[in-house]
Each structure stands twice: as structure tokens, then as C-alpha cells.
T-cell receptor, first 115, second 115 residues
Framework: AQKVTQAQTEISVVEKEDVTLDCVYETRDTTYYLFWYKQPPSGELVFLIRRNSFDEQNEISGRYSWNFQKSTSSFNFTITASQVVDSAVYFC????????????FGTGTRLTIIP | DAGITQSPRHKVTETGTPVTLRCHQTENHRYMYWYRQDPGHGLRLIHYSYGVKDTDKGEVSDGYSVSRSKTEDFLLTLESATSSQTSVYFCAITPYSGSPYYEQYFGPGTRLTVT
């Protein structure tokens, strides 16, 4: 069975600070996919990134960066120079090849950026 | 924009009544999913479909049924609504017809309250 743990339930930081959201996953499969989604206060779910298990390169997109480490089963998300618009609930998710085609989500981290 | 709409967007119903939620997509995606979102649980898969008339159960399928008689519509039915089914329901699609192992894109959600 797959499991995704987001131990940080809520985080608050002052605007312009950097913040890292943690994601730890569990799976016995060797081929899997990791995702991050953003859910702003308006409620929609916005896809941010997908990472395959065989690609451990970190990724940067503007102020966002992702650190994938298979050795620690982690896929952490860092926001640099945070802005109020980054306030949202962030979900990490996992799917596996050969499974039942489902995304297994973590419970989410609510990030509040204080102006 | 993945072209996904959900109806209704909000619904209040009484315990014991049947309820049907509709997910409609405009781009002939093969894979469609229904999730529910509850505090402390993230999103959990209810049912999914991998083609017309092809559906399977997810993690929390008890009390729910689905139907997909045409590519663009995926219906979720609560046979006899209970208060534990009060939740926000999201429909999702995978925009690659050959595989489900890519990111999913979500509809705007339906907030269902069972009184």
C-alpha cells in the first residue's frame, strides 16, 4: 500500500521569507510518480509538478523548487521569497505503475503568508 | 483549463435521499476520477473510469456508484445519502489517453451537505 505523509499541518511565515513544505512517501514499487498540488482559498486544485521515480533531478520554476531524494523517500517543496498569493493548502501525492491508477494524497499543509 | 465542469456546485440534501453528481469534460479524455475531500484526510479516490462503461472502485467506494455511458460524462451517485457523505467532491481527468500515470486535472468541486 502507498502512503504520503505531510507532517506539517499548518505553517505561517512572514512575506519574503523562504519556506519548505515536507513530503515523505512510502511505496514498495520501484516505478512511481510524485506530484504537488496547490489549493488556494477559492478551492480549486492546481497542478504544480510531476516527478518520476527514475528522475532524481531537482527542479526549479521561478520561486518554486522541488527536492526529490529517494534515499529518504522525500519530495520537498520550497518557496523562495514567499508572497501573499502563495497562501494555500498544498498537497503532495503519489501514484504507482501497476497499481489501481489512483493518486494517494497526503493530508495537506496549510501555508499562510503574513504580509 | 482542462475543460471540466461539475454540477451542481452546491447541494443540500436530506439523509436517505439519492443524489447524483455530474462531471462533464469536453476533450474526450479516457480516464476520469471521483475524489472526496475531507479535513484531515486530503483527497481520497471513490471510483474511477478508464473508458465508456469501464469503471472500478477506489479507496472509499462504499455507498457510492458510478456510471459512464459516454466519454464526456461521469456520474457519481449516492444511493442513500448519509451525513458521513457530507464532503467536497472533485472530479478529475488525466489528459493522456495512453496512460493514467500522469498528472490529473481537477474540476471546480461540488460541496454536498447531507442533513
Amino acid at each position: 500500500a502507498q502512503k504520503v505523509t505531510q507532517a506539517q499541518t499548518e505553517i505561517s511565515v512572514v512575506e519574503k521569507e523562504d519556506v519548505t513544505l515536507d513530503c515523505v512517501y512510502e511505496t514498495r514499487d520501484t516505478t512511481y510518480y510524485l506530484f504537488w498540488y496547490k489549493q488556494p482559498p477559492s478551492g480549486e486544485l492546481v497542478f504544480l509538478i510531476r516527478r518520476n521515480s527514475f528522475d532524481e533531478q531537482n527542479e526549479i520554476s521561478g520561486r518554486y523548487s522541488w527536492n526529490f531524494q529517494k534515499s529518504t523517500s522525500s519530495f520537498n517543496f520550497t518557496i523562495t521569497a514567499s508572497q501573499v498569493v502563495d497562501s494555500a493548502v498544498y498537497f503532495c501525492a503519489l501514484s504507482v505503475r501497476g497499481g489501481n491508477e489512483k493518486l494517494t494524497f497526503g493530508t495537506g499543509t496549510r501555508l499562510t503568508i503574513i504580509p | 483549463d482542462a475543460g471540466i465542469t461539475q454540477s451542481p456546485r452546491h447541494k443540500v440534501t436530506e439523509t436517505g435521499t439519492p443524489v447524483t453528481l455530474r462531471c462533464h469534460q469536453t476533450e474526450n479524455h479516457r480516464y476520469m476520477y471521483w475524489y472526496r475531500q475531507d479535513p484531515g484526510h486530503g483527497l481520497r479516490l471513490i471510483h474511477y473510469s478508464y473508458g465508456v462503461k469501464d469503471t472500478d472502485k477506489g479507496e472509499v467506494s462504499d455507498g457510492y456508484s458510478v456510471s459512464r455511458s459516454k466519454t464526456e460524462d461521469f456520474l457519481l451517485t449516492l444511493e442513500s445519502a448519509t451525513s458521513s457523505q457530507t464532503s467536497v467532491y472533485f472530479c478529475a481527468i488525466t489528459p493522456y489517453s495512453g496512460s493514467p500515470y500522469y498528472e490529473q486535472y481537477f474540476g471546480p468541486g461540488t460541496r454536498l451537505t447531507v442533513t
